[in-house]
Antibody
Framework: EVQLVESGGGLVQPGGSLRLSCVASGFTLSNHWMSWVRQAPGRGLEWVANIKQDGSEKYYVDAVKGRFTISRDNAENSLSLQMDGLRAEDTAVYYC??????????????WGQGTLVTVSS | QSILTQPPSASGTPGQRVTISCSGSSSNIGANTVNWYQQLPGTAPKLLIYNNNQRPSGVPDRFSGSKSGTSASLAISGLQSGDEADYYCAAWDDSLKGVLFGGGTKLTVL
């Protein structure tokens, strides 16, 4: 069974940092592009970042460029999101998502349960 | 305001057919395939339709997708109370080099 389990969320002050992790199981992580998608409380979905199978290509939404860094460790079956310079508008549930093999960039066929990040003083 | 435009709400009675639209532009829906997600209350999104009109294994054929030009639609037939959820369209945008989600449509089964 494919599983994605996120961790690392919590309360952080504006300007602070947090590192999210996502552990994958039930499939070969190195075969898939992976992404982070977030959802602010009561709001819609917002794609945050993508990373290629070998980590050689990364894409970010403009709102987080220069502040967030996506990375992966295929040997450890894990995906990470380093978040620096956090702002109140980064408050959201962050989901780890797997891109469906052979499908389009916006096709995510497996999602984690999400981890809540709250940025507040 | 999302670049991919969806109606904020839709409704229908059990057994009815409802459609949800998603409007974009030449750099996103016009150039790339559309995917649809269902998000039940308090849960993570679930892929409902991929590549415009394909259903993942396990998704009932009551759900169907279509695309024409810079717009796409999700149709749900034989509406059930369990279909009450938020529905999102998504597509890659060639200009922004990123994934776009629609603002979401809240479906209510009356």
């Amino acid at each position: 069974e494919v599983q994605l389990v996120e961790s690392g969320g919590g309360l952080v002050q504006p300007g602070g940092s947090l590192r999210l992790s996502c552990v994958a199981s039930g499939f070969t992580l190195s075969n898939h592009w992976m992404s982070w998608v977030r959802q602010a409380p009561g709001r819609g979905l917002e794609w945050v970042a993508n990373i290629k199978q070998d980590g050689s290509e990364k894409y970010y939404v403009d709102a987080v460029k220069g502040r967030f860094t996506i990375s992966r460790d295929n040997a450890e079956n894990s995906l990470s999101l380093q978040m620096d310079g956090l702002r109140a508008e980064d408050t959201a549930v962050y989901y780890c998502a797997r891109r469906r093999a052979g499908s389009s960039w916006s096709s995510f066929d497996s999602w984690g349960q999400g981890t809540l990040v709250t940025v507040s003083s | 305001q999302s670049i991919l435009t969806q109606p904020p709400s839709a409704s229908g009675t059990p057994g009815q057919r409802v459609t949800i639209s998603c409007s974009g532009s030449s750099s996103n829906i016009g150039a790339n395939t559309v995917n649809w997600y269902q998000q039940l209350p308090g849960t993570a999104p679930k892929l409902l339709i991929y590549n415009n009109n394909q259903r993942p294994s396990g998704v009932p054929d009551r759900f169907s997708g279509s695309k024409s030009g810079t717009s796409a639609s999700l149709a749900i037939s034989g509406l059930q109370s369990g279909d009450e959820a938020d529905y999102y369209c998504a597509a890659w945008d060639d200009s922004l080099k990123g994934v776009l989600f629609g603002g979401g449509t809240k479906l209510t089964v009356l």
